[in-house]
């Protein structure tokens, strides 16, 4: 079973409560920036400041001994956690968890005890020169992520900061209405590759296909952006699973998982 902070049926209502970092953990979490070698002007280091955006004072308690809290030049707040530190070749929706099919679609459920937050609200973003952060944000999906798919082999990316699916309207990028299939921006790098038949295992970083057999089959690739929202929740069909039976095998764990709230 999972967590309650795991899959809410209903977002808004069983978000995790919104905490107020205390002034002192905010303090100390402030970096100092290093003083002047000269008289000439230097910019200060991201500091985390008293009155932070309210997406980032809704899970600054619960991620700060996870991870570090950085401010990036246009892209604004972020999170980023430790184990990117420790592995470069980290990815969100890859590493330290599995993919279960339910009513809700294709939810990533995560191995990690922070997990209930990054991989189900907000957005991730690839930083050349730190990699990977998290932008906070509010609404709860199965999973923020794009597809893409051919032959018997399925992909997916993180949704990047500015793709939001509005109900009744589809996607938009950075505020304009765009079409079900858009990139988003997003290049073959972002992307994590799988056999179907590994589709649903744990571990699943293991099973990832090498980078040059992704570059080999990235652009016959067809783009899958199937989301909706049912009953006030985001549901992310993502490949589907009609073929299920078909492609990814009577395994236990692709019987469709009903997700429980409250």
Same mark, same amino acid.
């Given at each position: 079973?999972?967590?309650? =902070?795991?899959?809410?049926?209903?977002?808004?209502?069983?978000?995790?409560?919104?905490?107020?970092?205390?002034?002192?953990?905010?303090?100390?979490?402030?970096?100092?920036?290093?003083?002047?070698?000269? %008289?000439?002007?230097?910019?200060?280091?991201? %500091?985390?400041? %008293?009155?932070?955006?309210?997406?980032?004072?809704?899970?600054? #308690?619960?991620?700060?001994?996870?991870?570090?809290?950085?401010? !990036?030049?246009?892209?604004?707040?972020?999170?980023?956690?430790?184990?990117?530190?420790? +592995?470069?070749?980290?990815?969100?929706?890859?590493?330290?968890?599995?993919?279960?099919?339910?009513?809700?679609?294709?939810?990533?459920?995560?191995?990690?005890?922070?997990?209930?937050?990054?991989? =189900?609200?907000?957005?991730?973003?690839?930083?050349?020169?730190?990699?990977?952060?998290?932008?906070?944000?509010?609404?709860?999906?199965?999973?923020?992520?794009?597809?893409?798919?051919?032959?018997?082999?399925?992909?997916?990316?993180?949704?990047?900061?500015?793709?939001?699916?509005?109900?009744?309207?589809?996607?938009?990028? &950075?505020?304009?209405?765009?079409?079900?299939? @858009?990139?988003?921006?997003?290049?073959?790098?972002?992307?994590?590759?799988?056999?179907? &038949?590994? @589709?649903?295992? &744990?571990?699943?970083?293991? =099973?990832c296909l090498p980078p040059a057999h992704v570059r080999g089959i990235y652009h016959?690739?067809?783009?899958? #952006?199937? @989301?909706?929202?049912? #009953?006030?929740?985001?549901? +992310?069909?993502?490949?589907?699973?009609?073929?299920?039976?078909?492609? @990814?095998?009577?395994?236990?764990? !692709?019987? !469709?998982?009903? !997700?429980?709230?409250?």
């Amino acid at each position: 079973a999972l967590g309650p =902070h795991e899959a809410p049926n209903q977002p808004a209502q069983y978000a995790p409560a919104p905490t107020e970092p205390a002034p002192a953990a905010a303090e100390a979490a402030a970096p100092t920036p290093a003083p002047a070698p000269t %008289a000439q002007a230097v910019t200060p280091a991201p %500091a985390y400041v %008293a009155s932070p955006p309210e997406d980032v004072t809704y899970f600054y #308690n619960d991620l700060a001994p996870y991870g570090t809290w950085v401010s !990036l030049a246009g892209v604004g707040w972020c999170w980023q956690p430790t184990v990117v530190v420790v +592995n470069r070749g980290w990815r969100p929706y890859c590493h330290g968890g599995n993919w279960v099919y339910t009513d809700a679609g294709w939810f990533w459920r995560s191995d990690y005890s922070w997990g209930w937050a990054p991989f =189900h609200y907000g957005r991730w973003y690839m930083d050349a020169s730190c990699g990977w952060v998290w932008v906070p944000g509010r609404v709860w999906a199965p999973a923020w992520v794009t597809w893409r798919s051919v032959g018997t082999t399925c992909g997916w990316a993180p949704l990047p900061p500015g793709a939001d699916f509005v109900a009744g309207i589809g996607w938009r990028y &950075n505020g304009f209405a765009v079409a079900a299939n @858009f990139t988003f921006g997003l290049g073959v790098d972002a992307f994590a590759f799988v056999s179907f &038949n590994n @589709f649903c295992a &744990n571990n699943l970083s293991y =099973h990832c296909l090498p980078p040059a057999h992704v570059r080999g089959i990235y652009h016959q690739t067809t783009i899958i #952006n199937n @989301f909706a929202v049912v #009953n006030n929740v985001y549901v +992310n069909r993502g490949i589907g699973f009609s073929a299920a039976p078909i492609r @990814f095998g009577s395994r236990p764990e !692709l019987t !469709l998982f009903r !997700l429980r709230g409250g």
